[in-house]
């Protein structure tokens, strides 16, 4: 496990893009440094999702990225071999499911449009996360399988903002039986 301590700044001798003076931003390092978050941190390291995603953070066109972030307690209460029982594709739209292409700050989730839509997609059947605030900053979502709160901030800049949610956000159709 990477144990660098999160620093806004590139590390010594990293290349930085030219198109961009921005600081690099790992998420797999602000994650780790808040110690909460290891099974999050394999599961996309696993799917390989961390790249992409910090990718996306480095294209000069991006606006940004919201992730919601379960701590290891929150996939301690899944049912026992849940994830085990997620194929490749579903363990990707798992993760997908708790990132939005936009950052959002903790006071601008009342401007968003329910079903909000993430990057597993936008199939409302499927993949439904509705959003509510209470005074501003208190949010909750629910995605027809789990209700959730958002319990604090992890991280937050202008380009990422982590949310630490107290529930991993199942899709509906990963608890829902398949028609015949």
């Keep these: 496990m990477n144990t ?8 010594i001798g990293a290349p930085t893009p030219a198109t961009s003076k921005a600081p690099t931003i790992d998420i797999a390092q602000i994650l780790s440094k808040a110690k909460r978050f290891s099974v999050l941190i394999r599961l996309l390291k696993t799917t390989q999702l961390i ?12 606006g940004g990225l919201t992730i919601f972030s ?36 903790i006071s601008n989730f009342d401007t968003l449009t329910n ?14 996360l509705n959003v509510t605030t209470y005074g501003g900053s208190q949010v909750s979502m629910t995605t027809g399988a789990v209700n959730a709160t958002i319990t604090g901030t992890v991280y937050t800049d202008n380009k990422l903002a982590v949310y630490e949610v107290d529930k991993v956000l199942v899709p509906l159709d990963v608890v829902l039986p398949k028609p015949n």
Excluded: C, I, M, Y
């Design 4 to 11: 660098v301590p999160l620093v806004p700044v590139s590390p």
């Design 51 to 62: 790249n992409q995603l910090n990718s996306q953070l480095l294209t000069s066109g991006s």
């Design 70 to 105: 379960p701590p290891d307690s929150a996939f301690s209460k899944l049912k026992a071999g849940f994830l085990n029982s997620l194929n490749d594709k579903q363990n990707v739209e798992l993760l997908q499911f708790h990132t939005l292409s936009s950052f959002v700050s």
């Design 115 to 128: 079903p909000v839509q993430t990057q597993a997609g936008d199939d409302s059947k499927r993949l439904q």
